[in-house]
């Protein structure tokens, strides 16, 4: 047995067990025989486990060098270290759809023990062995892992150094992936549900899977920024990229569905816009997931290009019509009948989804525009950050302003006692706007920190409510923290706002300065004191470093570096970055003399309240996982009167 043997055999296994299953599925919805969904249940866990022996087929060829499979030669060198060599299978292309199709079948493994009526549980199945078919059949055609080599090489050429320079590349994409294939379980649920016409209860346990997703999406995304920061050098952490503009749409629409299916849970409005943004939020996987594969833009993440394109364009059309089509056929019977309020909980969240799918249209248009305006007209153009910046910062200051008043207000109309809630509201975004302007901030900063105080003091008056409602009642006021999804759509809302205030201060007061030191001189910017005491280079077997040793006054000595790796011609920068809550001191190497170590050109950027983005990332993905904490889904089923 080899690492070829195995890993063929496992992708045909997985490919044909997902045929099977899919085939049986299919025949249990038709046939109404129970004997079919019972047999396509039963070729779940094999399907999970020839997926999992393929993947760890690619572990083993890659800690044994084995250097007879085409994607290890091109992607592994024998210097690597142990973890860069344990996250090489997502380095590439072929490795990448490998887990992708691992995972996929995990969260089917997952959907399959949850109960549901036979026929809805057929259609559940038959669309994820559907998708499984879809990435074991690429695997089994054009993107295949364990291709061989006729004269494999003696060492490989290792994978993209972006991708060894820092550790968060082995936590980023799998995040990632566990919220791109999360989204294809509501999709199943919903289309399932369309099929059978049964849409009274796909939205609560469609719901709890769409939360899953987009806490994966939501802790990838941050992951993605964080490495972007520490390793592009640039100091930034967004910059638009057309495959970080491809993650983000899928994250929008989970957003906007996570908000519109609290009002088909409490009011039974809002099935169609449901079932819309759970159609279109998996499709934008695919369709990331094309942008990313096929190579027909220039990005950060070129290393995972491939000859998959096609294929991923063709399955994007494929789900998006399947679930437009079934839309379309069952709209009249989803359509609200109920009585629409704007000014009432549902119109802010309602509004908000709209925030959200509105941001997703503008991303969408600035990152495809290029690429159409080639097609059509021929010409090159290209959209870049001020595009994007100058919509959304409108559209996220909108967000921001409906998080805070929207918890606060009743269904379907507001009391009058409401309105007092509103004037404080109202009064805390005038006063932090004012607090702002007059200690010299600009109106955006100064809009930040009202909207900032807004929000604080909007989750200050729905704790207080609901803790003042516990005592009133008798009840112990700690068992506040027992009603799970709204402490932590609080905490979530909470990490918004920081993250939004975050944001505004680190684009608008950047202060970016560089200067060419000569050993023993001194260098004061940005409230640092610098002395440039020379350069050290270091030889780490896979790559070469070069470190310039800075003497500072506040951080003590600071190492800036620059990596030299075999397979770049450039060396990639690796920045020491400080840390604090009010600044991030970024410090960079840029050049140095190559013979002589007497001088370097060192950069500083100093960023401030990056520290608080992070922190807001964490107490995103903590306020998720309050939610699903096991008795979340019934609590939350408690707390939702059907009204």
Not at 195 to 222: D, H
Not at 249 to 271: D, M, N
Not at 614 to 619: D, I, N, Q, T
Request: charged fraction near 10%.
């Amino acid at each position: 047995m080899t690492p070829a043997l195995l890993g063929n055999l496992g992708v045909s296994l997985a490919l044909a067990f997902s045929l099977l299953g899919l085939s049986l599925a299919l025949l249990a919805y038709l046939q109404g025989d129970g004997r079919f969904l019972r047999g396509a249940r039963a070729l779940v866990l094999p399907a999970f486990l020839a997926a999992l022996a393929a993947f760890l087929a690619l572990e083993w060829g890659l800690l044994t060098h084995d250097f007879s499979l085409a994607y290890v030669a091109r992607n592994h060198a024998t210097q690597d270290p142990l973890w860069v060599t344990l996250v090489t299978p997502w380095a590439a292309l072929e490795g990448s759809i490998l887990l992708w199709g691992l995972l996929q079948t995990l969260y089917t493994l997952l959907a399959s023990r949850k109960a549901l009526d036979p026929w809805r549980a057929s259609l559940v199945l038959a669309v994820l062995f559907g998708i499984q078919v879809f990435f074991f059949g690429v695997m089994a055609t054009i993107a295949s892992p364990f291709q061989t080599l006729p004269n494999p090489p003696a060492d490989g050429t290792g994978p993209n150094p972006l991708l060894q320079n820092h550790w968060m590349m082995a936590v980023h994409p799998v995040l990632m992936y566990l919220g791109f294939v999360g989204l294809s379980v509501p999709f199943a649920y919903a289309v399932a549900a369309m099929v059978t016409r049964r849409y009274q209860t796909w939205v609560e346990e469609t719901r709890w899977w769409a939360l899953i997703a987009w806490g994966f999406l939501t802790a990838g995304k941050v992951a993605g920024m964080w490495w972007s920061y520490e390793v592009l050098g640039w100091g930034g952490y967004w910059a638009w990229d057309p495959v970080e503009n491809a993650s983000f749409i899928p994250w929008l629409l989970a957003t906007a569905f996570l908000h519109t299916a609290i009002v088909q849970q409490a009011r039974g409005a809002f099935k169609v816009w449901n079932f819309a943004f759970v159609t279109l939020a998996f499709a934008a996987t695919v369709l990331g997931t094309f942008l990313t594969r096929s190579g027909v833009i220039m990005s950060v993440h070129a290393f995972a290009e491939g000859p998959v394109g096609p294929a991923f364009l063709g399955f994007f059309l494929l789900a998006t019509g399947l679930g437009l089509g079934l839309l379309s056929r069952v709209s009249r019977e989803v359509r609200d009948t109920a009585v629409f309020r704007p000014l009432s909980r549902e119109g802010a969240l309602l509004l908000g989804a709209f925030f959200f799918a509105g941001w997703a249209l503008v991303v969408l248009l600035g990152t495809f525009y290029p690429l159409l305006a080639e097609a059509f007209g021929g010409a090159k153009v290209s959209v870049g950050a001020p595009f994007f910046n100058q919509l959304s910062a409108p559209i996220g200051a909108g967000i921001l302003l409906l998080m805070g008043v929207g918890p606060l207000l009743p269904w379907r109309r507001p009391r009058a006692e409401v309105f007092r809630n509103l004037y404080a509201l109202l009064a805390a975004l005038v006063l932090g706007t004012l607090l702002g302007l007059l200690r010299g901030y600009t109106f955006g900063a100064s809009l930040a920190v009202g909207l900032f105080l807004y929000n604080l003091l909007a989750i200050f008056l729905l704790v207080r409510e609901g803790v003042v409602g516990r005592v009133r009642a008798g009840l112990s006021p700690w068992g506040y923290l027992g009603n799970r999804r709204r402490v932590g759509s609080l905490v979530v809302h909470f990490a918004v706002a920081l993250m939004g205030l975050g944001i505004a201060f680190s684009q608008t007061y950047r202060l970016e300065a560089e200067k060419t030191l000569y050993r023993g001189q001194a260098w004061a910017v940005g409230g640092v004191r610098m002395e440039f005491q020379g350069v050290r280079a270091l030889n780490e077997g896979r790559r070469f470093a070069v470190e310039a040793l800075l003497r500072t006054d506040r951080f003590g000595e600071v190492r800036p570096r620059l990596h030299f790796y075999p397979q770049m011609n450039a060396p990639l920068p690796s920045p020491k970055v400080i840390y604090t809550p009010g600044n991030d001191y970024y410090f960079l190497l840029m050049d140095f003399d190559r013979e002589k170590g007497e001088w370097a050109s060192v950069r500083l950027i100093v960023t401030p309240l990056v520290f608080w983005m992070w922190v807001a990332g964490g107490l995103m993905a903590l306020g998720t996982l309050y939610i699903l904490w096991p008795q979340g889904l019934g609590a939350e089923a408690r707390e939702v009167s059907p009204a």
